[in-house]
């Protein structure tokens, strides 16, 4: 397999700090391209041997020390980039890296442009689409959970799961395909019925993928819940529950939250974003206005909504003006809350539509069964260390969807009996959908947006 991108000069020699920027004791250099023997002679004295540590010491362009330090060589095309690589491993001080980095460009090389040593991997097919994108979700791994299932779509598994479905595609393709080329040969070809089965065997096990690809994408993404309800019933309390931290301010005096505030908790390895907003009423006050106002802000961006409620008023009129207010597919959760001021048990109402759970943002109680109930809202299913998931992005799941889309089309059509010509289409297309995951069929435009979000050094 074989890919192209308008506007890359593979020939280019490219260098690039790729560790973080800021003092470490360590700081990394790297330089990918053809023919680097020069390079390193100018840079550190000579080019070392294939993939032994040496001691060197790195001189500018005149000729002067910068630095000590160990490089590294790997030649093509075993190498991350697939070509020829250096690594140049100084002190990690920011003056030190870009006097290096300077020096290398003074060498020959130019400066590389974000993601471009991981789109040259994959473009000298070291790397697929898929496992491409996943260097970048390591890298922006917030929990362990997170790390170990992009490392699983790194090494290739989600790719792998993908090319499963393609070759069954295929395989059911050619039987058609051949159908319809010979159709005065005795071909054994399947008949209806046995093209529903096969194509129901494939769109199971596209559900299994896309299942897995879902759970994954959660790992990746998160989930945003949003905290709403009346000024002082206990959203801001809530919170630094369930952060373990105090978070938010806490007063008896209503409105005290005027801004959105946000905080990150991790359950189960599943990153919840979590903003509390600032109360919902009537009000002059201009800073509580605008408080409001990205309030509703951050509703709109929501995957789950909280709605607060006084357990011991339980649902006023206000608190259904903000349902009202609430998309109509967003999902939310009452939260009863101070139930350990209520003085008659079994008091709370029923809620009306959504779900329920009763807790105390005082001591506590009841705010595990909220973290799972928040779990089960968005869909999780627990896993062990991320076994049976991939890391997958919006664009895999749109594929995916597609792809489905596709072969449901396909199905309806073998099972009535419709033209092959139709049938045969619908099966290319879910095989072109399913390949863009994996890079074997996009366009440069698509490539170019996806590189460009890695950082320089990747």
Partial sequence: MTHSITGTGNSDIIAAIATPPGKGGIGVVRVSGRSLELLARKVAGSLPQSRQARLSKFVDEAGLVIDQGIVLYFPAPHSYTGEDVLELQGHGGPAVMNLLLSSCLSAGARLAQPGEFTLRAFLNNKLDLAQAESVVDIINASTGDAARCAMRSLQ???SRAIRDLVEALITLRILVEASLDFPEEEIEFVGGGDVTDKLEAIRTQLEGVLMSATQGSLLREGIRVVLVGQPNVGKS??????????????????????????????????????????????????????????????????????????????????????????????????????????????????????????????????????????????????????????????????????????????????????????????????????????GEFNADDLLGEIFSRFCIGK
């Fill in 156 to 158: 290739g598994e989600f």
């Fill in 237 to 438: 309390s809530l919170l630094n529950q369930l952060t373990g931290e105090e978070t938010a301010i806490v007063t008896e005096i209503p409105g005290t939250t005027r801004d959105a505030i946000r905080e990150t908790i991790e359950i189960e390895g599943i990153p919840i974003h979590v903003v509390d907003t600032a109360g919902l009423r009537d009000t002059q006050d201009a800073v509580e206005k605008i408080g409001m106002a990205r309030t509703r802000d951050a509703v709109g961006k929501a995957n789950l909504i909280l709605l607060v409620v006084d357990s011991r008023c339980g649902i006023a009129a206000e608190d259904r003006q903000i349902l009202q207010e609430l998309p109509v597919t967003l999902p939310f959760i009452h939260v009863y809350n101070k139930i350990d001021l209520l003085t008659a048990p079994g008091s709370v109402e029923a809620p009306e539509g959504g779900s329920a759970v009763y807790v105390s943002a005082k001591t506590g109680s009841g705010v595990d069964v909220l973290r799972r109930k928040l779990l089960e809202m968005a869909g999780w299913r627990t896993y062990a260390s991320g076994e049976g998931m991939f890391m997958a992005r919006q664009r895999h799941l749109h594929a995916l969807t597609q792809a489905r889309a596709h072969l449901k089309d396909a199905a309806v059509l073998a099972a009535n009996a419709a033209p092959l010509e139709l049938l045969a289409e619908e099966l290319r297309m879910a095989q072109k959908t399913l390949s863009s995951i994996t």
